[in-house]
């Protein structure tokens, strides 16, 4: 397929400032069929085409055809339907990255049926939640511990008619329960399905208050995906020499890794899933697998640039590996300038001292991902772009992009063609984001989601202005260009007492890319100046106790630690320099413990409970604010 044009955006400039940006879509919209029909349009048009690879007991990994996956599809469909699931019935899913979690995707697709994630994380409070809520019929779970944990909740999920656990081999009893049927009963449920169908029901992380279901449709996800393929070709059309493939590790729960999983198979690119975060699990399968991209949040590259320096400074490179990332940085902020036209690129002497460094360090940085990884799509939150600028002259290109679960993931990414680092670029095409007065980023689009479950009666509450424009509680601001940047969230605005207001990201996530920071969590709301909550990365941190002869302190030793203190003084100077005095923090304190999802003060998806935090460390942030 050939690369499509690049298509600039249309901009609406109000009081000197750009307000409103819209790209046309790229695809066409999809007026029949569903998620559904994908395995079987692949198995029709390309049987043979690798569509996925599984890891067998040796860590290789073994391909799988279209005609494969739709084959293993249809028998699982058929076991649905003949354990009594009707159309429309909601079939949750609890489990980590695993080929099963997405052939039990499609199936019950096949089947009419809607698919409700659940973070495999979750506890039996916010599990039941869901399940109750979104009045889930039957639900498959991976382990014996959430079959347990389940188990103990059946006298509060009347509604739950099966529980099933993948490895105790229930896609095997599923498929024996359907072997009688005909093929013909699923392509009736099929063909009952349309654009308009409800897909799944996807819970929101809940930083604020419950998790809300975000009613999501077939034409949403091809709205979505359908358009990402066309903007982001490099991506999934690859090369001829080299198709294009990804492993997946982040939770196919969250509507990011879904999006993937659906736009991989809608392209028939090469997918694997990988259930391990655990660094020790997932180099080897990175290693073994060879992707060309990734999907990735920043918190990942933020820990490869930072282990990648700790290895270098543990061998007496440190210095080295500075003056490698401060020519990567120019190389990539040079391409920058050559694509937006404002420079003639990497001149000679830049683009040798690349090539040196590209053996010391580079290559190392890229072996980290699989060898192979030229792209990584990364959102979540800012990357930010010192190290967008680092990856791309390490020769990784980030595509960042901004989205929700009610915009069925992107609705906007940097454009192949021109990027602006820092920025989350422009809509995707078939979007238009508008930015309010009060500073809030307004969307519309095919691929915004109709509202939220209302389980109360059954029906879906729109979420929508009077214009349709979708609230998403972000706030953002558009350059003369059309790029977006989100600035933070608008419930997450702080007002100090003397009036400044500011909004904690930016600064929390220069922080958190530092080596020696996990998490940072910004305070200033009422009071008289802004200060800060830290907490230690431990692999950066063990590296320090090493390098300062510092192994014996225990965490609240070292938390106190003069010269700990002292190097964490000079990333919160270096992060100050980002803003006004007013906005700068004046004091931290270092927790001896980081955030977790397991206290309550993480989100699945790694977002601070910001209210959580605050109420549970009120005694150390009064610390902070000596009267």
Known sequence: MQPVQLVEPHKKVEDGRVREVSVPPLAPRVAVGSLADIPFTNAAEAPEEPVLSRKVRDGSWQDMTARELAAEVLAMAKGLIALG???????????????????????????????????????????????????????FVEDVEQTRMLSAERGNLPGLEHLWQFSSGAVGHVVDAGRELPDELVAERRAQLGPQSIATFIYTSGTTGPPKGCVLTHGNFFAEVDNAIELLYPVFRGEQSEPASTLLFLPLSHVFGRMVAIGCLRARVRLGHAPSLKTEDLLPDLASFAPTFLLGIPYVLEKIYNTGRATAERMGRASSFDRGARIAQRYGEAVEAQEHGFGGGPGFGLRAARGLYD??????????????????????????????????????????GYGLTETAAATTATPPLKPRLGTVGWPVPGTALRIADDGEVLIKGDHVFGGYWEARTGSVLPHRDAEGWLPTGDLGALDSEGYLSITGRKKDLIITSAGKNLAPAPLEDWLRAHPLISQCLVIGDNRPYVTALVTLEPDG??????????????????????????????AVDEANSLVSRAESIRRFVVLPHDFTEEAGHLTPSMKLRRAAIVRDFAAEIDTLYPR
Request: contains cysteine; positive net charge.
């Open 541 to 570: 941190l063990a590296h320090w106790r090493r390098m300062h002869r510092k192994e014996r302190l225990t965490a609240a030793e070292l938390a106190v630690d003069g010269d700990l203190l002292r190097n964490l003084q000079q």
């Open 85 to 139: 699931l009707r159309p429309g019935d909601r079939l949750a899913i609890m489990a980590r990255t695993t080929y099963e979690w997405t052939l039990t995707d499609f199936a019950a697709w096949a089947a009419g049926l809607v698919t409700v994630p659940v973070y495999p994380t979750s506890s039996a409070l916010q599990a039941r939640h869901i399940l109750q809520d979104s009045r889930a019929r039957a639900c």
């Open 359 to 400: 053996t010391l360090i580079y290559r190392r940085i890229r072996s980290a991902l699989g060898g192979r990884c030229r792209y990584v799509i990364c959102g979540g939150s800012p990357l930010g772009h010192r190290l967008a600028a680092f990856f791309e002259g390490a020769g990784v290109t980030v595509y960042e």
